[in-house]
DNA sequence: GTCTATAGGCAGATAGAC
DNA sequence: GTCTATCTGCCTATAGAC
């Protein structure tokens, strides 16, 4: 864990690099069907090498997903700084979704829910994890939303979260195969729609 | 194509029995993660004997994807058959979906999506088709509800089309990972509520 | 149609030199 | 930290006997 912290202060770091390259293999291919050599292949490195810094896949995947996280939940507290209207703070958040599309990649976790059957038990946890923490976060604006008037939905605010993360994953999926970025857009512009009162 | 047709009148056909085993492969463990000796192992066959039936991986999946999309076609001409109220017909749509989550499974071709960078020419294009298939049907539903009143939702029945076939794909896709069924009818009926009038 | 046998390659992973 | 060398195992695929 100490080794994702550090891969954030040091982009030259050889284990962020490997972590870059990984998480774009994995958000592109999936995490079967990318390989240790893949990854050395394209920084000039040897397979031994990248098995020093992680010692086998599993890690790999798990630091993966952390460092992951972690940039995903700055994001949303930075989104927090930065608006204070509900609606503003979700169009926001439909935006760090469509500039992952934009990068022709699936969200990593989305792409790990497809992969999860083969996962390791860390790996699994960590991709819920990574679920729960977005509709969390997401439900606390659609409470204060309905709490000040400027948003309206049936249900909890928990149900309504998980519909939009839900509804931004599967937009996601199917507009990288479709090849229209236009057809996420449509689809996040749906879900914002629904959200009026 | 043929084979395809046959495998739908003889279920002891070995490349039906050959079909089943390695759709639900794929639909648990995604394309990348499941391989010839899998299938072999579990219909007490040898490797070679399945490259007899599907020469290669590519035309085994193309062969998957085709009948798959076949059933589907069929049970979506089943529901015109038996519904003529269309919120009853995208009642009985979202229900083949959760027949499917149901035994443990992701869509074949909300699965392949994600393996899509992967995949060859030939099964791409088919899950194309598959998308586009759904899409075009749920869009005249939509259109026959709102020209009967029966519906109401905003922008084009097309558009509304694609942000329910992405809404369930994703909701199928996380409900998995998360290990509910509950959160994907959740999410459904969010769906359904919505049109509404 | 299914088998045995096998090719040729790539996977994840380790030992030990530098 | 990175290398060379190597292990073991699995992968897709084929040849040829039955």
Redesign the interface.
Known sequence: MDRVKQAQEDSTDTATQILDVAERLVQ???F??FSYADVAGELGLTNAALHYHFPSKPELGEALIARYAIRFMGALAEIDESFSDPLQKIDAYTGLYAGVLRSQR?CLC??L??????LSTGM?GA??DF?EGNERWLAEVLKQGRDDGTLDF??SPL??A??I???????M??????GEIK?FK??AT??M??LRP
Chains 1, 2 share one sequence.
Request: hydrophobic residues 45%.
């Open positions: 592109v291919r999936g079967n069907a699936m989305g792409m829910a497809a992969d999860y059957e083969t699994r991709v819920v679920f049936p249900g149900e309504e998980r519909s993360v839900s509804g931004l994953e599967g937009a999926l199917i507009a990288r195969s479709m057809r449509s689809a749906h879900l729609t629904a």
